[in-house]
């Protein structure tokens, strides 16, 4: 009986250990993969010059939801709306941390492209000339163009995977995606402040 009430014992110690050993494993392994709230949040540019027009962009990290909106204004105060495009991706997986430190490479999945016109004038050309291949444009409304030839640009379909590389530093985050390969990113990128 003795024999029989020490082998019981050993076998509880054991089952008890291997279930606080995997315990630790399972907490160990969910804190190492968890990185994606470095970059929650919402993050901002400066308003900067693009073309005869000015552009102010916007990046929204909500768990492994990452919206990225290009906010195109007539003034160099980004004040006066003109056209709107906003990136909706989803997916967000973050992936091993960057060569250089301070940053990780990650991947995103398409949900949705949108473009708004914000001007009369615009609406009137967009239907005159049927932008994206669209005619019905409306004022302040967003239309979902996927996969859409507008002017000399293919927007990526629905569904598109695509990898990408962010640095940060501080308040500061630099990131930037490519349809191929990993892109590595410096501080030359456009920064993106948080809010």
């Known amino acids: 009986m003795e024999n029989y009430m020490k082998n019981f014992y050993i076998i509880l110690i054991l089952f008890f250990s291997f279930t606080i050993y ?10 190492t993969t968890a990185t994606n709230t470095e970059i929650e949040g919402t993050w901002q540019t ?3 010059s693009s073309g005869s027009i000015y552009l102010l962009q916007k990046l929204t990290v909500t768990g492994t939801n990452f919206t990225h909106k290009n906010e195109y204004h007539s003034d160099s105060s980004c004040a006066t709306d003109y056209v709107m495009w906003v990136n909706s991706w989803g997916s967000l997986s973050i992936g091993e941390e960057r060569s250089g430190g301070s940053g990780h490479q990650f991947t995103l999945t398409l949900s949705d492209i949108t473009f708004t016109s914000q001007t009369s004038d615009d609406v009137t050309w967009n239907n005159n ?6 005619t019905g444009w409306e004022i302040n409304t967003p239309v979902s163009v996927p996969g859409k030839t507008c002017g000399s640009e293919t927007q990526y379909f629905t569904g598109k995977v695509v990898y990408g590389d962010y640095l940060l530093d501080g308040n500061n985050l630099y990131w930037a995606f490519d349809p ?3 892109p590595t990113v410096n501080s ?3 920064t993106f402040t948080k809010q």
Do not use: F, I, T, V
Request: aromatic share 16%.
């Open 22 to 31: 995997s315990c630790a494993k399972k907490s160990d392994s969910s804190s």
């Open 46 to 48: 400066s308003c900067y």
């Open 188 to 190: 030359n990128y456009r």
């Open 129 to 134: 000339n049927s932008w994206c291949g669209l």
């Open 180 to 182: 191929d390969n990993y």
